[in-house]
C-alpha cells in the first residue's frame, strides 16, 4: 500500500490510524481503540481478535473511510487500495453472523443482541 500511495506515505499512516480509530468508535460495542495496546491486538487466550468482537456494516465503515481520506487530501484514484488496506486488516467486521458466533463461542453476549438493545456492554 505505501508502494501505491508513494509520497503521501505519511498522510496515508495518520489517515490509516484515524480510520480505525472511528471505524471502532461507530462499531458495535463501541470501542476505543486507541487505547489498544499493540499487544492486546492480536488473539488473547479465550478471546476473538478484536475485529471479531465488533461490527460495522459494511457501506458505513466505507463512508468514514472516504470521510478521513478527503480530510487527509488521499487522492480518489487511491480510495480502493485504503478500503482494501483497512477492511482486510484490523477493521471491525463487515459480517454481523462471524462476530456473533465468534462473541458466543468466547462466551461473550452476541452483537445481535447488542443491537436489539438487549445488551450490557
Do not use: C
Amino acid at each position: 500500500m505505501a508502494d501505491d500511495l508513494g509520497n503521501l506515505e505519511s498522510e496515508w499512516s495518520e489517515a490509516y490510524d484515524e480510520i480505525l480509530s472511528e471505524l471502532y468508535q461507530e462499531a458495535t460495542p463501541g470501542l476505543d481503540y486507541d487505547s489498544l495496546e499493540p499487544r492486546s491486538e492480536r488473539d488473547t487466550e479465550g478471546e476473538p481478535p478484536v475485529y471479531l468482537q465488533h461490527y460495522l456494516d459494511g457501506e458505513q465503515q466505507e463512508e468514514i473511510i472516504e470521510s478521513v481520506l478527503d480530510d487527509y487530501s488521499i487522492p480518489e484514484e487511491r480510495y480502493f487500495d485504503a478500503k482494501k488496506a483497512v477492511l482486510l486488516s484490523k477493521g471491525p467486521s463487515t459480517s454481523l453472523e462471524t462476530v456473533d458466533r465468534a462473541r458466543e463461542d468466547a462466551g461473550l453476549e452476541p452483537v445481535s443482541e447488542l443491537l436489539e438493545g438487549g445488551g450490557s456492554e
